[in-house]
């Protein structure tokens, strides 16, 4: 399980949804931390802002996991820590990371040289399996560090979801959609699900045998209430800035967002 949280100013828009007006707490270093898969319990515990989570076991956000439900590979998505990580990583390359060589030659074609310091922690960890708690400012690189990771679990001979990615706006969504997008390289086939955008297109993409879909609570519960956005076969979850949906009352639609999850 995975929970990013990400220290960011709140954005002025949030299309039409009400928006998280607490200040965040200031954080100098991306931190990251390992959750233990039994208990949910993060291995030392602290507090953190905004989340993003994979999997399920720490789950929900507000006691960093309690949730009897597990992933059977929980994944990653979030800001790294762990001091010796992040100093190890200072002269870590892509290829130190564990990552496809498919996605190695992409990374490199869309100008990626070297990784964050919480992409050269978080990747490695996330691709174990550990569950994670991350924390880190924006512009940090967040989006490749749980996408990556996330990206290389995704079978590509089957036609079923098996990435989902919460976020709490529309806006937030298509950064992390267009994001997604020059990391995998057409290697997967991506769907977004947000309020405000024609739900018929929505529907087509997921049909024609989206693996990973991006976008807010709300209108992936529309898409699971229309028997159409099935995860059964669901290997990654994260929760983008997890916090914020709480704030923003988006907690009892994520709950139930994850109860259909394997």
């Known amino acids: 399980m995975v929970e990013f949280h990400q220290v960011v ?3 002025s828009e949030h299309s039409g949804e009400s928006r998280c ?3 965040l707490p ?4 991306p931190h990251l931390e390992t959750v233990d898969n039994n208990t949910g319990q993060p291995d030392s515990a602290s507090r953190l802002c905004q989340q993003t989570v994979c999997g399920r076991n720490a789950w929900p956000p507000e006691t960093c996991g309690s949730s009897s439900t597990g992933f059977s590979q929980p994944l990653i998505g979030g800001p790294p820590s762990v001091e ?3 100093s190890e990583s200072k002269e870590t390359s892509f290829q130190d990371l564990g990552l496809h060589k498919k996605t190695l030659k992409n990374l490199a074609a869309n100008g990626y040289e070297t990784p964050s310091p919480i992409q050269a922690a978080f990747i490695p960890i ?3 399996g550990k569950d994670c708690i991350g924390q880190a400012r924006t512009g940090t690189g967040k989006t490749a560090a749980f996408m990556l990771p996330a990206m290389e679990q995704v079978d590509a001979s089957d036609p079923s979801i098996q990435v989902l990615v919460l976020a709490p706006t529309r806006e937030l969504s298509e950064q992390v959609m267009e994001e997604s997008r020059k990391l995998c390289g057409g290697r997967i086939r991506l769907a977004l699900g947000v309020g405000g955008r024609p739900i018929v297109n929505q529907i087509r993409k997921i049909e024609s045998g989206a693996q990973a879909i991006i976008g807010t609570p709300g209108r992936m519960i ?3 209430q229309r028997n159409v956005l099935h995860l059964d076969r669901l290997k990654v979850a994260v929760l ?4 914020r949906m709480l704030d ?3 907690m009892p639609d994520v709950k139930k967002i994850i109860q259909k999850c394997p």
Do not use: I, N, R, Y
Request: glycine share 4%.
């Open 9 to 11: 100013e709140p954005e």
């Open 21 to 23: 007006t607490e200040k």
């Open 26 to 29: 200031e954080v100098d270093s």
């Open 84 to 86: 010796h990580l992040l």
């Open 126 to 128: 996330a691709l174990t």
């Open 222 to 224: 529309d898409l699971l």
């Open 240 to 243: 983008d800035e997890a916090d």
């Open 248 to 250: 923003m009352g988006f």
